[in-house]
């Protein structure tokens, strides 16, 4: 039976070393057929760095959990527990305001478990002979992480998608700004808005690979195109929400911009 070759590749790399990577484990497992290959690529626009080859290559798409595994996971990581009000409540918050992308998840339960352990410390038997204070403490702290988490997730979203919408990306190989694409940027977030699971490409006259330019520089992330299924998809939950946010403020603006101008 043949051996399964995993390489990880962290999406900073160039784009020509990640081809030649991608050359290399081709040559072994699809032309010589001596392993099974696995290529992950640590960030979903780094496909853009390889080349077309589907006679040798299949993009299999990792996204966040679903509600029911997401559920599963907080369940086994110990947080969030649902037998109390306020943390089912916030768990809830969580999955429906930024998503639920496993590794985020479980950096922060162990930051939220951590400083629960800390509050819980800070307590002598002495000083709280119920455990009461203790429980309360305790679940303050866990709150406190993921309240914080929710909200930086939720300010980094908003800032990604000002920037592609108002700002001008960087072509990374030609240097070239694309300032004639923003219109194109707005036209595709506002077609997601109306499907969040998918937009394809000929729906909203834009090409992934043309479009991919503006979203993948950091801070120009609210976008991305899932190369398994050849649809654009918001990058994350949070960016839906942040992009809502954001034409509900521009249209609250433009009304009062309105009503203070003079009249004709």
């Given at each position: 039976?043949?051996?399964?070759?995993?390489?990880?590749?962290?999406?900073?790399?160039?784009?020509?070393?990640?081809?030649?990577?991608?050359?290399?484990?081709?040559?072994?497992?699809?032309?010589?057929?001596?392993?099974?290959?696995?290529?992950?690529?640590?960030?979903?626009?780094?496909?853009?760095?390889?080349?077309?080859?589907?006679?040798?290559?299949?993009?299999?798409?990792?996204?966040?959990?679903?509600?029911?595994?997401?559920?599963?996971?907080?369940?086994?990581?110990?947080?969030?527990?649902?037998?109390?009000?306020?943390?089912?409540?916030?768990?809830?918050?969580?999955?429906?305001e930024v998503g639920a992308n496993p590794q985020a998840l479980f950096d922060t339960a162990t930051d939220a478990k951590t400083a629960a352990a800390k509050a819980v410390a800070a307590f002598s038997p002495l000083s709280d002979p119920t455990g009461a204070?203790?429980?309360?403490?305790?679940?303050?702290?866990?709150?406190?992480?993921?309240?914080?988490?929710?909200?930086?997730?939720?300010?980094?979203?908003?800032?990604?998608?000002?920037?592609?919408?108002?700002?001008?990306?960087?072509?990374?190989?030609?240097?070239?700004?694309?300032?004639?694409?923003?219109?194109?940027?707005?036209?595709?977030?506002?077609?997601?808005?109306?499907?969040?699971?998918?937009?394809?490409?000929?729906?909203?006259?834009?090409?992934?690979?043309?479009?991919?330019?503006?979203?993948?520089?950091?801070?120009?992330?609210?976008?991305?195109?899932?190369?398994?299924?050849?649809?654009?998809?918001?990058?994350?939950?949070?960016?839906?929400?942040?992009?809502?946010?954001?034409?509900?403020?521009?249209?609250?603006?433009?009304?009062?911009?309105?009503?203070?101008?003079?009249?004709?």
């Open positions: 039976e043949k051996p399964v070759l995993v390489v990880e590749l962290d999406s900073n790399l160039s784009a020509e070393t990640i081809r030649q990577q991608s050359q290399e484990l081709k040559v072994l497992c699809v032309d010589n057929k001596l392993a099974h290959g696995i290529l992950v690529l640590s960030d979903a626009n780094a496909v853009f760095k390889l080349n077309p080859d589907p006679g040798r290559q299949r993009v299999l798409w990792v996204g966040d959990l679903d509600e029911k595994q997401a559920n599963a996971f907080l369940d086994k990581c110990g947080v969030l527990q649902r037998g109390d009000p306020d943390l089912a409540r916030l768990r809830d918050r969580l999955l429906d204070e203790r429980v309360k403490a305790a679940k303050a702290a866990e709150r406190a992480v993921f309240e914080q988490f929710i909200e930086k997730k939720q300010s980094d979203a908003f800032t990604e998608v000002d920037s592609l919408l108002t700002q001008v990306p960087i072509d990374e190989v030609t240097k070239q700004d694309l300032r004639d694409q923003r219109a194109n940027f707005r036209r595709l977030i506002l077609a997601l808005l109306e499907n969040p699971t998918g937009v394809a490409p000929n729906k909203v006259h834009f090409s992934p690979l043309t479009a991919s330019i503006g979203f993948k520089p950091a801070g120009f992330r609210a976008v991305t195109y899932n190369s398994e299924i050849k649809l654009f998809q918001f990058y994350a939950k949070a960016h839906e929400h942040a992009a809502r946010r954001w034409f509900e403020d521009e249209a609250k603006a433009s009304s009062k911009a309105a009503a203070g101008a003079p009249s004709d």
